[in-house]
């Protein structure tokens, strides 16, 4: 075990620097930094003062192993060109939000789709389990956005139940929430409702039936339990996506976490806040997988050894 | 009841019967054969776009801005969807609308498809030092948050057409190097790939006859639904200003417009979202139809 996890934390490393080392020259090669921020009316003389003062002429690779070093050791990702202060600092009071709202919509997904897929692996081809592939179908095929602004225009300039805005109080997370858990919630209802029809065709549930073990026991306790390992590795694996998704629903509600912070520095041209929430993201990203890694060779020795 | 009776009206209520089973499939029929009803308008809008629609998409008329649909009170019969906040008329924008997604879809996932299955193939024959280096970098491409990588690459290279559709598929190609490097993997144990070593045959040839036409029909379902993905990411790059620019009529562009008079006129940001989920369901229920044509093994689940 211990060789396996110190062999997944190497790749885990190798895999961050290839992130940070894509990041950083993707933008950096070529953001204009110098076009951006000084007025239209600079000369030749402004734009070199101007590039020493922001340390752009020394060599790429200085510049990298500066700024990578910077954000290692002192967690600094340079100062916003556009705010004027430590991106840090902006980072990390968008950071909160989104780990929230990341939060409530996992949990929704999950506290839908664990019953929805029990119940339509248990009862197959019945009426739960149309409706769940249905859930699937539509599900896949909605861009998230547009559900976000259809339920801001039925429960929020319809109905008025909800705000459709705003971030204060956890009402105003309700329809967020709701948008990113329809986001992951197919995929989980899925896994659940395949890996309990896998795992009810197995020797040892017939064996707890035959024993005459209460039928709630034998899902709950015997099948459930061996059919969740698929849904916590996956939970793990598409948390990357589930940020992505954040992303998009933070943009359509004005919620004000690191995805819309990435997207107003995007189209302001912001470089050093878009490198560091996609470190951030990706470090999110890396460090969930990791888990879900460790996470099912601990469950499930067999991994271990593959 | 006793015990035995209890098991057994419990197993007779688990094993869906002949007839829930043949009704599966029908329904499975049905859902591919609607599929298959939203593709056909799909790509008929996007070729026969000049002919179905009613106007010139891009046509403005300042003085019938903002009409509500024909069925909606206050419609007029000119404007079948209505007009959007230049006054152009919203049917004929979400038809030629058509044309644009399914191009940037189709080319995206080319894109995709050709880098991901040309690594996964290299990867999958090969093996070893290669093998481990093309995992990685798909690896390392899965943990990147895809829809800042491809905001990203839109900034750097500039928002233009071409450029969405290299954004998207340089983002989303270890999609299909995954399920090439491993199914490739599985067939070069085969004793049929064996065989074709033993004779001397080239590599490529190997890999081009024998390799590649067995891994079709898998790459062919995920490109599929791939293919939808890619539509919904062109929207949504579009939505944010940095896909297609106006005044071209891309869905996502026309949604985000639209989203400007949610609180009144909401068919504006409705009807073009439901262009773009018509069109994801219909590509994804066609390629959950070819799963099951090509794959048997599927079936059961």
Redesign the interface.
């Known amino acids: 075990m211990r060789t396996y996890i110190a062999y997944k934390l190497m790749?885990a490393l190798?895999?961050a620097l290839?992130?940070s080392v894509?990041?950083f020259f993707?933008?950096f090669?070529?953001a204009d930094p110098a076009g951006m921020l000084l007025p239209e009316t600079a000369d030749a003389a402004d734009i070199a003062e101007f590039q020493k003062e922001l340390g752009l002429d020394r060599p790429l690779v200085v510049q990298y192993a500066d700024w990578l070093g910077r954000i290692v050791l002192q967690g600094d990702f340079g100062m916003s060109w556009v705010a004027k202060v430590p991106a840090s600092e902006l980072i990390g009071v968008s950071l909160w939000p989104t780990i929230k709202l990341a939060l409530a919509a996992q949990l929704i997904a999950t506290a839908l789709a664990i019953p929805l897929g029990l119940l339509s692996a248990?009862?197959?081809?019945s009426l739960i389990d149309?409706v769940t592939t249905f859930i699937v179908?539509?599900g896949?095929?909605?861009?998230?956005?547009?559900l976000g602004?259809?339920l801001?225009?039925i429960f929020g300039?319809w109905l008025k139940w909800l705000p459709t805005s705003g971030s204060e109080t956890w009402v105003h997370l309700i329809l967020p929430a709701v948008t990113l858990a329809s986001f992951t919630l197919p995929l989980n209802m899925r896994l659940v409702r395949?890996g309990m029809?896998e795992v009810?065709s197995q020797d040892y549930v017939r064996t707890a039936?035959?024993k005459?073990v209460l039928?709630r026991r034998v899902l709950l306790k015997h099948a459930f339990r061996n059919a969740a390992i698929p849904l916590v590795t996956v939970t793990g694996v598409q948390f990357?996506?589930l940020?992505?998704g954040a992303?998009?629903t933070e943009?359509v509600f004005a919620w004000p976490g690191l995805g819309r912070l990435?997207?107003e520095s995007?189209?302001v041209?912001d470089f050093p806040v878009?490198q560091g929430?996609?470190l951030v993201?990706?470090a999110f990203?890396?460090l969930a997988?990791l888990a879900a890694d460790i996470g099912s060779a601990w469950i499930d020795p067999r991994i271990r050894f593959d | 009841m006793n015990t035995v009776e209890a098991v057994v009206t419990r197993e007779m209520d688990r094993t869906p019967s002949g007839v829930s089973v043949a009704l599966k499939r029908t329904w499975q029929l049905r859902m591919g054969v609607f599929g298959l009803v939203l593709v056909l308008g799909l790509v008929g809008a996007a070729i026969f776009a000049p002919w179905v629609a009613t106007h010139d998409p891009l046509e403005q008329d300042i003085l019938a801005r903002l009409q509500p649909p024909s069925f909606l009170a206050g419609g007029d019969a000119s404007h079948l969807l209505g007009t959007d906040q230049l006054g152009r008329d919203l049917f004929s924008r979400i038809i030629h609308g058509a044309r644009i997604s399914l191009m940037v879809g189709l080319a995206a996932v080319l894109v995709s498809m050709t880098i991901g299955v040309v690594l996964g193939l290299i990867a999958g024959y090969f093996g070893g030092k290669i093998d481990a280096l093309i995992d990685f970098a798909a690896n390392a491409m899965l943990a990147f948050p895809f829809i800042l990588l491809a905001m990203t690459l839109v900034i750097v290279m500039g928002a233009s057409m071409e450029n969405i559709i290299l954004a998207l598929g340089l983002s989303n190609w270890p999609i299909f190097t995954r399920v090439t490097r491993i199914e490739t993997k599985k067939l070069r144990e085969q004793e049929f790939i064996q065989a074709a070593i033993a004779q001397g045959l080239s590599h490529l040839r190997i890999i081009s006859r024998h390799i590649l036409s067995n891994l079709a029909a898998p790459i062919l379902v995920i490109a599929t639904v791939e293919i939808a993905r890619a539509i919904i990411r062109e929207t949504f790059l579009s939505f944010l200003g940095l896909g297609i620019q106006p005044p071209t009529p891309s869905w996502g562009l026309m949604l985000a417009e639209g989203r400007d008079y949610m609180l009144t006129l909401w068919w504006l940001s409705t009807l073009p979202g439901m262009a773009i989920f018509l069109a994801a369901l219909g590509i994804n229920l066609v390629g959950d139809a070819l799963r099951d044509l090509l794959d048997p093994r599927m079936r059961q689940s």
Do not use: C
């Not at chain 1, 248990?122 to 081809?125: F, L, T």
């Not at chain 1, 896949?140 to 547009?146: E, G, I, S, T, V």
């Open positions: 790749h190798g895999v290839v992130i894509v990041s993707l933008l090669y070529t248990v009862k197959r081809y149309n179908l539509v896949q095929a909605m861009p998230l956005f547009w602004i259809m801001m225009i300039v395949s029809l009810l039936r035959a005459g039928e990357g996506a940020l992505g992303v998009v943009t990435a997207v995007i189209q041209g878009v929430v996609v993201l990706s990203t890396i997988n």
